[in-house]
């Protein structure tokens, strides 16, 4: 078995130096670099990860960028278990995360938290980001330093230099919402969809797919309805009072392309309209499960949340730790949950 | 920390005994390992397993005992995925696996390849068990010596010793068929349940359940179709056939097996596909080729490749961290349309 010694020998070069290039960390001269990955190539080098987290006494941080837990219905907290879970595992690997936390309808709370982690990026080893408000993060992923890597999970920014993404097909979920309605929809009329502004690609995709779904079936007309959620926090009550208003009787499907379903799903019950209104959403939060029991939503299109939280932990960790390939894009199987098949998918 | 040298010393037994113990290997008396987990509970102690397996390079050898995989049985090597996956990730552990088939079609109470796997059991750290032949199975774990671990996948065998079981459960994905069917049949109707092997007791819960859901909805009547035990493409054809001439409104038809596929080409030559739902089991090739042309509407899937997963996972909790691990594992029921089959099957791969 090659050691580290002997690539160092052969590259003339330190230990030292080969561990830099082998982590991509510190400098190195690109032509260094480039010897000593011919290197490593040629005799088919391997580093023995454990023994190198046992020695090195190294630790790993990686900081998390995501709205508060408590926002979109609590829907945070689903990645965030996950993120929790995949530090457990890895706690022997000396691997720590840290949160910062923004308010999502606030864009100054999110500058705020973008300027914390770039005044303190030597804490950090990588980052995990959920690219919510995808205008301001634009800029920020711009002024991220080129040797600090990140992973994108929940939504994808095109563009970015992220090592991998972790999250749903955000279009093809919308297709699969359209067919859900069409097959759960047996009268002709009109199927609402709401859409916040301010707007963001992840939702507005699934929209776009949702709709792209919906073409050729006569029966069923989209309306979308938009709604400014920074300018008023009440806005959904509202919304709900236009749509039934508007459409009466007409109203034969509610598509909620995001996690805050539940007040929807309340409304139309109180109303005694969810066995004539079929209710598509997204995302497995308390309140959402719970309108699934009592029949109120009759489908949740659920994008794998924890997973997302613990896979894109994992990806930072084959990358940076364990110097790993990492896939590029890594689309989550689409659940769909109803109410009979809702409690084993809450573990 | 506490190290295995204070254990030894704690319970008065040489450092060896202490590895026997933790690692279940080699004899020991009652007495001295008794002696020895109070005091590994006493002083916390935790083994370094990354030391160990640095140290060690252990190799942890399994049995898989699970129906051979032939035509319409390509269910069964769905596990393997995941299996395969959890060898690759356990790094500083050799996880090999032996497979052992046994056929699902014979009627035997004991098959040759029990015995076999047997007589080699002493080679083995645990054992994976597929018990589609309940019969069959029962005699095969009555002979597993006391304190082997073994895990079953797939379903479960009451009354035994195992160490956990990871599986779906039947009668819960029989009441989601139904309300698929409930939510989607638009007329008032009669919906076909076509059983093959209506002595296996997973395919029959998940007509039970199936029933269950439509006993007293007046909208919807269930009817019951047996196949014989062999699930044969004729017998299959035979019956749909039977089922499209002779019931006036038909709205859908359930196949609580994996030959879900085999109705759907009859539906497709006999050209009512679209007019009958059609709702069945397992992401197997030819089931998804049927789903991607809309000749099936729906699958329901129980995660093979995460129960082979959990499965290794199961046994390396149990033998190498020494975890309590659950002795019911029920995984998640997914619902697969044409819309979202290709993640499924990416995951699996």
């Known amino acids: 078995v090659i050691t580290l010694d002997e690539v160092a020998r052969l590259a003339n070069v330190s230990r030292g130096t080969v561990d830099r290039v082998i982590h991509g960390r510190g400098r190195v001269s690109k032509e260094t670099a480039k010897r000593v990955k011919a290197i490593i190539k040629q005799v088919n080098y391997k580093p023995n990860i454990l023994a190198r987290s046992l020695s090195l006494a190294r630790t790993f941080n990686f900081g998390v960028l995501l709205p508060y837990a408590n926002q979109d219905g609590n829907y945070w907290l689903l990645p965030r278990h996950g993120v929790e879970r995949a530090r457990r595992d890895l706690e022997v690997y000396k691997v720590s995360v840290s949160y910062v936390e923004y308010d999502k309808y606030s864009l100054s709370s999110f500058n705020a938290a973008c300027d914390e982690i770039l005044e303190n990026r030597g804490d950090f080893d990588g980052l995990l980001i959920a690219p919510v408000l995808s205008e301001a993060m634009a800029k920020f992923i711009k002024r991220i330093p080129a040797n600090l890597p990140y992973v994108f999970f929940d939504s994808d920014l095109p563009n970015a230099q992220s090592l991998t993404y972790i999250g749903e097909d955000s279009r093809q979920s919308g297709v699969l919402a359209a067919r859900l309605m069409r097959l759960s929809v047996h009268k002709s009329g009109t199927i609402a969809t709401v859409r916040v502004v301010p707007r963001n690609d992840h939702i507005d995709e699934r929209i776009q797919g949702f709709t792209k779904g919906l073409l050729g079936d006569e029966r069923l007309k989209l309306k979308v309805y938009e709604c400014d959620r920074q300018a008023d926090p009440d806005i959904f009550s509202k919304i709900f009072s236009r749509i039934i208003e508007e459409q009466g009787e007409k109203l034969q499907g509610l598509f909620v392309p995001m996690a805050t379903v539940a007040p929807f799903a309340r409304a139309l019950r109180g109303l005694g309209l969810s066995d004539d209104v079929s209710l598509i959403g997204y995302d497995l939060t308390e309140e959402n499960a719970q309108c699934v029991r009592d029949g109120s939503i009759r489908f949740l299109i659920c994008q794998r949340s924890e997973y997302q939280g613990y896979e894109s932990v994992n990806s930072l960790f084959r990358h940076i730790v364990l110097n790993q390939p990492v896939e590029t894009r890594k689309f989550v199987p689409l659940d769909i949950i109803t109410r009979e098949n809702i409690d084993y998918h809450m573990e | ?349």
């Open chain 2, 1 to 349: 920390v506490a190290t295995i040298a204070d254990i030894a010393e704690a319970a008065g037994v040489s450092r060896g005994t202490v590895d026997r113990v933790l690692h279940n290997r080699g004899k020991v008396s009652a007495k001295n390992a008794e002696r020895i987990r109070a005091a590994i509970t006493n002083l916390d102690y935790k083994p370094n397993i990354f030391a160990r397996g640095l140290s060690l390079s252990k190799v942890l050898r399994f049995g898989v005992l699970i129906p051979e995989s032939r035509a319409d049985m390509s269910y069964f090597s769905l596990p393997a995925q995941g299996i395969e996956k959890a060898q690759k990730e356990l790094i500083g552990y050799q996880v090999k696996i032996d497979y052992y088939y046994y056929d699902y079609f014979s009627d035997m109470q004991e098959q040759k390849v029990c015995q076999q796997l047997l007589d080699s059991i002493d080679r083995l750290d645990g054992l994976i068990i597929v018990p589609a032949l309940s019969r069959l199975a029962e005699n095969f774990v009555r002979q597993i010596p006391p304190g082997f671990p073994y895990v079953f996948i797939d379903t479960h065998l009451p009354d035994t010793h195992c160490l956990s079981s990871i599986r779906t459960s039947p009668r819960q994905s029989g009441k989601l068929a139904a309300r698929l069917m409930d939510m989607l049949i638009h007329q008032p109707g009669t919906v076909a349940v076509i059983r093959g092997l209506p002595e296996n007791f997973l395919i029959n819960d998940r007509v039970c359940g199936f029933r269950e859901y439509f006993e007293g909805n007046p909208r919807i009547k269930t009817e019951v179709f047996d196949a014989d035990r062999t699930l044969d493409r004729t017998i299959f054809a035979i019956i749909t056939r039977k089922i499209v001439s002779g019931i006036g409104d038909l709205r859908g038809i359930f196949v609580p097996s994996s030959t879900t596929h085999l109705v759907a080409e009859t539906l497709d030559e006999l050209k009512v596909k679209g007019k009958v739902l059609l709702i069945g089991y397992d992401l197997t090739a030819m089931n998804v080729r049927c789903l991607k042309d809309d000749s099936i509407d729906f699958l329901i899937s129980q995660r093979p490749e995460t129960q082979g997963y959990e499965s290794v996972y199961t046994l390396y909790r149990h033998l190498i961290l020494k975890e309590e691990v659950p002795a019911d594992v029920e995984l998640p029921l997914d619902i697969v349309v044409r819309e979202n089959v290709d993640y499924y099957i990416k995951v699996a791969k």
